[in-house]
């Protein structure tokens, strides 16, 4: 959900102004290392990762910019051997971490280490938030959680910000949360799939329905009936879907005047859920009364959405802020698990006994009904699943792509046995962590391959007959911090348990409702044939899952 949260430092790659930035660095760099370079050749300082192409000062800087998957790759093997390794990304002191013990360190509960300022960040520039209001939470020194951090009083207005939007936020984890919310979808999901009748073929493109009729499905169990009442679906997908494309432009922008493209695209994203918050949700009358204190309201939407809201209202926060944060989450809500499912169906529909499989566990995890004949999907049988559960991992393990990133705001910071000196960077890329061989090889199956069983093991089983079978169990395949899709420490996805469900209950859906066959590959757009195909658009590379570049034509028959 809170996928927005991770995105991290660095810099815009449009070829406008690239060689403007590169040059400024270049400044920047000779500067910073003339005034305090020579006070870095001690000793006890991290491996340091040679000059891209030789290039010195800022060679590994244009090769992070430039060529993102390179720099990947060259880095993932380097951090094969040690773990960690420092680099300069412009003038500030960058180190890439790897390995579980330094990813839990970054994770754990710190006053050295902070990622506040990326959320900052994110909050001014994809949730729109005022410039006032964004004071307001950066003069509050007092930390996410209860107790304000050592040698902090609250905010003069007495309000501790970041505290009560963490407090609010972790109720989104929360089992009542989910579980509202993971039926609300079911139901809205099932009404998009009714719609396709009974035993007559269509024409799919795969990814496009699951950007229309699954995020659809998600955004009207979270926010309610009278978002896409008032402002219609389809228009709200079409601005979404824009906006998503532009995020990481607005991350790493320009000033308006000189791009005013992505900052248009947000603006109509933006109007719409403002014209939702101010023309419906603040028209209820006392939100909190006990009428409408429920799990989920038509106007409001899940009690997460009513109560967060609310609150900002209550502090002061302008309507603004409300609606652009509101938009933040429906980012965390659909930026993750549309591509994620996507790729997921798509592997599974390319591999006919994998299909099978999926499919025959899928339908042990329904019931159904015998008065109504209608279906149920068990969620806690669903959730055991170990083919589904596995697929699901390994599709998260191959196409998430999230730079953790925190930033170190005590004196030092110690990972690895070493002191990281304040203001520095410090980044554990998913990309890294999860393509790396020694966690997640098996014999046949390297680390870069989607490989479905990755996660499956085989116990013996007596049956009846006396005869020995195996039965496949779900054990992941590398240890917990070798793995951190949804981030880790205080700022964890508070949508993960939602996502999961979501994610699960899509593919186990699909593969139970529909006979499906490939067509062909197509462009993203659906409009033309595509001759190869799907690759992850590279776009989105550190920000969120990076989502298919082609989409897969697909002919399908519902069956049930
Ligand atoms: C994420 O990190 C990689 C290097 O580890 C870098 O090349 C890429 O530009 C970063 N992405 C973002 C969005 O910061
Ligand atoms: C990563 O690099 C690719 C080119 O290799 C580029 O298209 C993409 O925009 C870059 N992504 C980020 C987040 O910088």
């Given amino acids: 959900m809170d996928a927005i949260n991770y995105i991290t430092t660095g810099f815009r790659t449009s070829p406008f102004y690239i060689s403007a930035i590169l040059l400024l660095l270049l400044l920047v760099s000779v500067f910073a290392i003339r005034v305090f370079g020579n ?18 000062l800022i060679g590994n800087t244009i090769q992070y910019i430039v060529d993102n998957s390179s720099f990947i790759t060259r880095t993932t093997l380097v951090l094969q051997a040690r773990d960690i390794v420092q680099f300069r990304l412009g003038p500030i002191k960058t180190y890439l971490v790897s390995g579980p013990q330094n990813v839990q360190a970054l994770f754990r509960k710190s006053a050295s280490v902070s990622g506040d300022k990326f959320l900052l960040m994110t909050m001014e520039s994809l949730m729109c938030y005022t410039k006032e209001d964004l004071t307001k939470f950066a003069n509050d020194k007092t930390g996410r959680l209860a107790v304000p951090k050592e040698g902090t009083a609250a905010p003069q207005d007495g309000t501790r910000y970041w505290h009560g939007m963490h407090h609010h936020m972790k109720t989104l984890a929360q089992i009542t949360s989910t579980s509202v919310l993971t039926d609300k979808f079911l139901e809205f999901f099932d009404e998009r799939i009714q719609a396709y009748p009974l035993g007559e073929p269509a024409t799919v493109n795969l990814f496009n329905f699951m950007r229309t009729k699954m995020a659809g499905a998600a955004i009207r169990a979270l926010a309610g009936d009278a978002l896409f009442a008032r402002v219609g679906e389809d228009n709200l997908l079409d601005a979404f879907w824009a906006y998503d ?23 109509h994203a933006f109007d719409l859920c403002l014209e939702w918050l101010q023309r419906d949700f603040d028209a209820v009358e006392d939100p909190e009364s006990e ?8 106007v409001m939407g899940l009690r997460f959405i009513r109560e967060f809201l609310t609150w900002y209202k209550k502090e002061g926060l302008s309507d603004n802020t409300r609606a652009g944060h509101f938009l933040g989450f429906l980012l965390g809500l659909n930026g993750n698990t549309i591509p994620i499912a996507g790729w997921a169906l798509m592997e599974i529909i390319l591999d006919r006994p994998l299909w099978k499989a999926v499919q025959e566990e899928a339908e042990s995890a329904f019931t159904v009904n015998p008065t109504t004949g209608k279906r149920n999907l068990d969620i806690q049988k669903m959730m055991g699943l170990p083919i589904l559960q596995s697929v699901y991992v390994e599709t998260l393990r191959v196409h998430v792509s999230v730079n953790v990133t925190r930033e170190v705001v005590g004196e030092t910071a110690t990972i690895a046995g070493y002191k990281l000196p304040r203001n520095s960077l410090i980044q554990a890329p ?27 093991k085989y116990a013996e089983v007596q049956v009846e007959n006396g005869e020995v079978t195996k039965k496949p169990e779900f054990v992941l395949a590398a240890g917990p911090n070798d793995f951190f899709p949804y981030g880790g420490g205080v700022s964890i996805c508070p949508g993960r348990h939602f996502a999961k469900q979501e994610i699960m209950a899509t593919i186990a859906i699909m593969v139970s409702t529909f006979d499906m066959e490939m067509v062909e590959w197509v462009s993203f757009d659906g409009k033309t044939k595509s001759n190869r195909p799907a690759q992850e658009n590279p776009k989105y590379s550190g920000s969120a ?10 002919r399908w028959t519902r069956r049930i």
């Avoid at 006070?39 to 010195?56: M, R, T, V, Y």
């Avoid at 962590?433 to 989607?450: G, I, R």
């Avoid at 990076?546 to 989409?551: K, S, V």
């Fill in 291 to 298: 009428r409408n204190d429920v799990d989920w309201h038509p």
């Fill in 39 to 56: 006070h870095c050749a001690e000793s006890s300082e991290p491996w340091e990762l040679p000059n891209w192409k030789g290039i010195p």
């Fill in 545 to 554: 899952s990076m989502p298919p570049d082609r989409d897969m034509k697909v």
């Fill in 430 to 456: 998913t990309r890294i962590a999860h393509f790396n061989e020694k966690a997640w090889a098996t014999a046949d199956h390297s680390a870069a391959e989607f490989w479905p069983y990755r996660h499956i």
């Fill in 245 to 267: 494309t532009i995020v990481i432009n607005l991350l790493y922008a320009l000033p308006k005047w000189m791009d005013p493209k992505p900052w248009k695209i947000r603006a």
